[in-house]
Nanobody, 116 residues
């Protein structure tokens, strides 16, 4: 099982980033894929999720700014998190997670820093 996250970086407020999470080694029809973030000193929180039939959810703090999308099927997929109008409070380590009824897997984090 592999979840590989990428796309983080440092940007100025108001700019955009796109995170990618490539998932392989799972029967992905049974898995939702989610993005979480952990702000320094705080608990990890759900940012957005997408089911295998492309139903999406967003945290209130990112609605209208972030978009999640999912491509692929079978045992490989890539999930993108398009982040627009970034704000300093979006600064965090972002993690992707594959979730089924039975188990869940985490990917490694990717740092997003929004600063002028």
């Amino acid at each position: 099982v592999l979840l590989q996250a990428s796309g983080g970086g440092r940007v100025q407020p108001g700019r955009s980033l796109r995170l990618s999470c490539t998932v392989s080694g799972l029967t992905l029809d049974y898995y939702d894929i989610a993005w979480y973030r952990q702000i320094s000193g705080k608990e990890r929180e759900l940012v957005s999720s997408i089911t295998s039939d492309l139903n999406t959810k967003y945290a209130e703090s990112v609605k209208g700014r972030f978009t999640i999308d999912r491509f692929g099927a079978g045992r490989t997929a890539t999930v993108y998190l398009q982040m627009n109008a970034l704000m300093p409070e979006d600064t965090a380590v972002y993690y992707c997670r594959a979730i089924s009824m039975a188990r869940a897997y985490w990917g490694q984090g990717t740092q997003v820093t929004v600063s002028s």
